[in-house]
């Protein structure tokens, strides 16, 4: 695969796929055996991909992903990525907080000699992504709320 495809691929998957969100780019981009192992859904494929994006839009209605470096090798993309939502579902035991949000993150797609797209591994801070939100403490803080923390 050239390095623009698979360049193409991670802007696809970011800014469109998830973004707009357009679910026809899961069936093209997407391998019907995609099952990263750190995700703990019983789907495979496209499905798996657009029950994530729906699940998160549901929590994040106005979810935008955009890519601030990509590096396409021939069989995977490097995606540094900005998103920025506003908190608007519920979800995550929590109710909507109305806050918007930004936070950075980090993705690596590994592509088949078939274009199609077979694992993610996908970095984001969570933590601070709950603490924007307001419900959880600054990570500094945190040892005042754990019982028999000893500084």
Same mark, same amino acid.
């Given at each position: =695969?050239?390095?623009?495809?698979?360049?193409q691929?991670?802007?696809?998957?970011?800014?469109? =796929?998830?973004?707009?969100? +357009?679910?026809?780019?899961? +069936? @093209?981009?997407?391998?019907?055996?995609? @099952?990263?192992?750190?995700?703990?859904? +019983?789907m495979?494929?496209?499905?798996?991909? @657009?029950?994530?994006?729906?699940?998160?839009?549901?929590?994040?209605?106005?979810?935008?992903? @955009?890519?601030?470096?990509?590096?396409g090798?021939?069989?995977?993309?490097?995606?540094?990525?900005?998103?920025?939502?506003?908190?608007?579902?519920?979800?995550?035991?929590?109710?909507?907080?109305?806050?918007?949000?930004?936070?950075?993150?980090?993705?690596?797609?590994?592509?088949?000699?078939?274009?199609?797209?077979? +694992?993610?591994?996908?970095?984001?801070?969570?933590?601070d992504?709950?603490?924007?939100?307001?419900?959880?403490?600054? &990570?500094?803080e &945190?040892?005042?709320?754990?019982?028999?923390?000893?500084?």
């Amino acid at each position: =695969m050239e390095l623009k495809e698979s360049e193409q691929i991670g802007k696809l998957w970011f800014e469109d =796929m998830w973004s707009i969100p +357009d679910f026809t780019i899961a +069936d @093209k981009i997407i391998d019907p055996e995609y @099952k990263p192992d750190w995700i703990n859904i +019983d789907m495979v494929g496209p499905a798996l991909v @657009k029950y994530e994006i729906k699940q998160f839009r549901s929590i994040f209605h106005d979810l935008v992903q @955009k890519v601030i470096e990509i590096k396409g090798e021939e069989n995977k993309v490097w995606v540094w990525y900005r998103a920025n939502a506003i908190h608007n579902g519920g979800g995550w035991g929590f109710e909507p907080t109305n806050k918007r949000i930004e936070f950075e993150g980090a993705a690596l797609l590994f592509i088949n000699s078939e274009g199609k797209v077979f +694992d993610l591994w996908d970095l984001y801070c969570f933590y601070d992504v709950l603490e924007k939100l307001g419900v959880v403490p600054a &990570l500094g803080e &945190l040892h005042k709320y754990l019982s028999g923390f000893k500084k």
